[in-house]
């Protein structure tokens, strides 16, 4: 496996794989690998791609310097899990090269407007410029490709999918499927954080998202059950709600159809998110 640290080679690096005709899958992460990072370069693997994947904790999609402070770091754990599952060049940028001006602010920004400011964007303010910012960087350095979200991060992904239509990324953005502990609970760098007793009651949220997924119900009903369930387990919700899939318009007791749940809660100071897909029964 290749290590880089630096864009120029980065960028040649990606330059030469298309050179010869490989195709080049990228997987951005912040670290703190676990078995839903290693899906993705799997993913990649499985279509063949080389692959190529980021590790650098963004300072700029952090509204919180102690979330960011808090934020795990296990490099030399990473590099192995990377290496064990085929990534062919791992790059770790540093800040210096990601963001010149950093500590100062970075003038350019990014902003995909409307699907930012609910949910995640409403509780964390400048979190998905800080996000689509860095995700431009990331491809505009690795150039075509295919890259690789995972759905725990629904709303990420969505931004991401909505950038690269507007600014015309010749990239191809693969979503995949959210992996869960056995017990249920959605595989999470900060799950570290969660002591057991925290750890047992934040199955609450994947039990929740388990709950609505079974029944079709109304928007409101949906609502309800999700706050019920997690609430009724000690933890702070955050926001809890049902969208629409793709615009994140909130879904009204009219709709009927397929639907998005987002629950998003603290625990023990530990903020964790999770989400299933709904069907809703319009009320008539
Ligand atoms: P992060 O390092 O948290 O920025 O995550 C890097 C990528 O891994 C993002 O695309 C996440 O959506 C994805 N990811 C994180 N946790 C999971 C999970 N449990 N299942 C699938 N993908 C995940």
Redesign the pocket.
């Known amino acids: 496996m290749l290590r880089l640290t630096g864009v120029e080679e980065w960028r040649s690096y990606c330059d030469d794989q298309r050179l010869a005709n490989r195709r080049v899958g990228l997987?951005?992460?912040?670290?703190?690998?676990?078995?839903?990072?290693t899906?993705?370069f799997d993913a990649a693997k499985d279509h063949g791609d080389v692959v190529v994947a980021t590790?650098f904790v963004?300072p700029r999609q952090f509204d919180d310097q102690g979330d960011l402070d808090r934020y795990p770091r296990t490099p030399d754990v990473d590099r192995a899990m990377a290496e064990a599952h085929g990534v062919d060049c791992l790059i770790e940028p540093t800040l210096a090269a990601m963001w010149p001006d950093y500590p100062g602010p970075t003038p350019t920004t990014v902003t995909v407007r409307g699907l930012s400011d609910v949910l995640e964007g409403a509780h964390r303010p400048g979190h998905f410029d800080g996000v689509a910012s860095v995700v431009a960087k990331l491809l505009t350095v690795t150039g075509p490709c295919r890259v690789?979200?995972?759905?725990?991060?629904f709303q990420?992904?969505a931004v991401i999918r909505q950038m690269v239509r507007d600014l015309s990324f010749a990239v191809d953005v693969v979503g995949?499927?959210?992996?869960?502990d056995a017990d249920g609970l959605?595989?999470?760098?900060r799950n570290v954080l969660l002591g057991e007793d925290a750890r047992q009651r934040a199955l609450a949220l994947s039990r929740a998202l388990a709950t609505v997924t079974a029944a079709p119900a109304s928007a409101s009903e949906h609502r309800r059950t999700l706050r019920e369930i997690v609430s009724g387990a000690g933890l702070d919700v955050i926001y809890a709600d049902v969208v629409d899939p793709v615009t994140f318009a909130p879904s009204g007791d009219a709709d009927s159809g397929d639907a998005r749940a987002l629950v998003a809660a603290r625990i023990d100071g530990v903020r964790l998110i999770d989400n299933g897909p709904v069907v809703l029964k319009g009320e008539p």
């Open positions: 997987v951005p992460t912040m670290g703190a690998l676990h078995a839903g990072h899906s993705l590790m963004n690789y979200f995972g759905e725990k991060d990420q992904l995949c499927g959210i992996v869960r959605a595989l999470s760098s």
